[in-house]
């Protein structure tokens, strides 16, 4: 079967983690959304997203395509429907469309929901993604269900007798080193990816999950709900988050209930409120409105885009939200939305220019082997422009 993967129009909901890529390429549980829909169909997968992620994640049709929503994640009812559908079928969860399957080569979201709403319609109640803040709030349930998925047939390697071993829901692949630690799985799995480390003196409590050469560091505390995505490093204390991949808090300092993207990097002794002082209801940063909306969540710490970094000592409020390949340092509490390309702190902001990112985001993926190659300075080029109406000071600079 060939399979897309769409974008629908809440896709601006899940900014500024869905500017660098397609929904279904967010992270939640031990697993990205492609890769769970992988374990379940067989086909091949592609992406209908925005144009100017296209050139890296592009569409591939054929005489017979199944449409999935990105933000949608599988469960077995709607795998026996899936399996079910065809031609001309489609299937809404109220107004939002979660699949349809046909001939017709549609190279955009609203062409396809048109189509969509012209054919036979399955009602179904879905399991969708639908803000930031679903990724740590699904977190727990989406590492059991990756966990019994990737785990099934499948023998752990031994642990060495320096551990000690609350539980028996520990799965450990080849190459995976751990020493000295308390891995803790009476309340959910623990999932360690292969060449991954737990160093000595680590507190570890499930659901959690390790990905692929990934490292906790000595003496970190990490509560159940948690996921290290793969080529990142963590320590310190942390609480119901996800960390989606290549990026760093290697220090001391508490980190819960938020989303953290790829190439980030928190300095020594960052933290982030994840209650606040008055217990009240959160309220969070929203691309789609372009203001702050209520959560509806007493806990809610930090949403920060790909390639940002804070320095040591950053102190973010509760429910924060910092775009794309930001630059945050200073003394005191920064705002609680700080926009893509931002350069600054509590202080100020000034725009970290284009050149100056590139720059940096360079260093950082050279020391990862790899290179920033001409696809992603356009992405995030693209990013820029689109996020400039964000930076107020712009605006206020060309007003005088």
Aim: hydrophobic content about 35%.
């Amino acid at each position: 079967m060939n399979i897309i993967l769409f974008d629908d129009n809440s896709r601006s909901d899940l900014l500024p983690l869905c500017y660098t890529r397609p929904c279904a390429e967010l992270r939640v549980g031990i697993l990205t959304i492609t890769e769970k829909w992988k374990h379940h169909l067989a086909g091949d997968f592609s992406f209908l997203t925005q144009d100017y992620l296209s050139i890296k994640y592009g569409a591939t049709f054929s005489s017979d395509n199944l449409y999935l929503n990105g933000r949608c994640l599988p469960n077995d009812e709607l795998l026996d429907i899936l399996n079910n559908l065809i031609s001309d079928e489609a299937i809404f969860d109220g107004e939002t469309l979660i699949a349809y399957r046909g001939s017709k080569h549609l190279s955009r979201f609203d062409f396809l929901e048109e189509v969509a709403k012209g054919v036979k319609r399955i009602d179904f109640q879905s399991d969708l993604i639908n803000y930031t803040y679903d990724i740590f709030i699904k977190n727990g349930q989406e590492i059991k269900a990756d966990y019994q998925a990737l785990t099934s047939g499948r023998i752990s390697q031994p642990i060495s007798e320096s551990n000690t071993l609350i539980g028996d829901d520990i799965f450990v692949e080849e190459g995976a080193l751990i020493e000295a630690s308390v891995l803790n799985s009476t309340h959910g799995p623990i999932y360690i990816a292969a060449n991954s480390e737990i160093m000595e003196g680590s507190l570890i409590r499930g659901p959690f999950a390790l990905c692929e050469h990934s490292t906790i560091k000595m003496g970190a505390k990490i509560y159940g709900d948690t996921t290290v995505g793969p080529h990142s490093k963590v320590g310190g204390e942390v609480s119901n988050t996800v960390f989606y991949g290549f990026s760093n808090k290697g220090h001391d300092g508490f980190l819960g209930n938020s989303v953290i993207g790829e190439w980030c990097n928190l300095g020594a002794d960052t933290n982030s409120s994840n209650l606040k002082n008055n217990y009240a209801q959160v309220k969070l940063w929203n691309y789609t409105k372009n203001r702050f909306i209520n959560t509806g969540l007493q806990f809610c710490g930090l949403i920060m885009g790909d390639h940002s970094k804070c320095g040591i000592n950053t102190m973010f409020n509760t429910g924060t939200v910092v775009g794309v390949s930001a630059n945050i340092f200073g003394a005191g509490f920064p705002r609680n939305y700080i926009p893509s390309f931002t350069w600054g702190g509590a202080t100020g902001f000034a725009t970290y220019e284009v050149p100056k990112a590139f720059e940096t985001a360079s260093i950082v993926l050279q020391r990862r082997g790899l290179d920033l190659n001409q696809v992603e300075r356009d992405i995030l080029v693209s990013i820029f422009k689109d996020s400039a109406k964000q930076r107020f000071w712009e605006s206020k600079s060309i007003n005088k």
